[in-house]
């Protein structure tokens, strides 16, 4: 069985501050991808990073970083000097296994950036 | 051009009715799902079609019933509207079943009264 845990429901910052959003999956498989999407206000989904379960590697783009540990099965995401249009919901997601499409969503992290 | 678009945006119907949500991806990928947002922003995959044969039913209600005319598009049909009904759909699509990647429709905001 597969599940994607996001423990923290809410976090609310101030603009420039840096916020992690924690991840934390379960998975038998040896072969998954693991996904961070935005939501913001409007309502899309703003597809951010994928990470192979090969690659441990932690990943910079801008002002978001993800830091993929296996060890701890955790996959988590940073954003530094956050800035208010940061303010969304941030959903990770994993997936992988016999049926490769079936993507299990975490309950999702609303970020509040406040000027 | 949007990659996978969906109408109507909005929808708020009464309970008892039937309604069908229209997704198109213009991508060219094989495989398109339906998903559900409820209240509590939680998603959950409902179907998705890999060269129109359904792969994934999450234990969705039989009233629910993915259509696909062609492979660029992939329905939902629901009858019988329940007030539990009331969620945000969201379809996707990837390049094939063994792609990872989804994209992801804007979304319909079902309201059923």
């Known amino acids: 069985a597969q599940k994607v845990t996001q423990a923290q429901t809410e976090i609310s910052v101030v603009e420039k501050e840096d916020v992690t959003l924690d991840c934390v999956y379960e998975?038998?498989?040896?072969?998954?991808?693991l996904f961070w999407y935005k939501q913001p206000p409007s309502g899309e989904l703003v597809f951010l990073i994928r990470r192979n379960s090969f690659d441990e590697q932690n990943e910079i783009s801008g002002r978001y970083s993800w830091n993929f540990q296996k060890s701890t099965s955790s996959f988590n995401f940073t954003i530094t000097a956050s800035q208010v249009v940061d303010s969304a919901v941030y959903f990770c997601a994993l997936s992988g296994g016999y049926n490769n499409n079936d993507m299990r969503f975490g309950a999702g992290t609303r970020l509040t950036v406040k000027p | 051009d949007t990659a996978v678009s969906q109408t109507p945006k909005y929808l708020v119907t009464q309970m008892g009715n039937d309604k069908s949500i229209k997704c198109e991806q213009n991508?060219?990928?094989?495989?398109m799902y339906w998903y559900k947002q409820d209240s509590k922003k939680f998603l959950k995959i409902m179907f998705s079609y890999n060269n129109k044969e359904l792969i994934i039913n999450e234990t969705v209600p039989n009233r629910f019933s993915p259509k696909s005319p062609d492979k660029a598009h992939l329905n939902l049909h629901i009858n019988s509207l329940e007030l539990g009904d009331s969620a945000v759909y969201f379809c996707?699509?990837?390049?094939?079943?063994?792609?990872?990647?989804?994209?992801f429709g804007p979304g319909t905001r079902l309201t059923v009264t």
């Open positions: 998975t038998r498989d040896t072969t998954y991808y």
């Open positions: 996707a699509s990837s390049r094939d079943l063994y792609s990872y990647e989804q994209y």
């Open positions: 991508l060219g990928h094989d495989t």
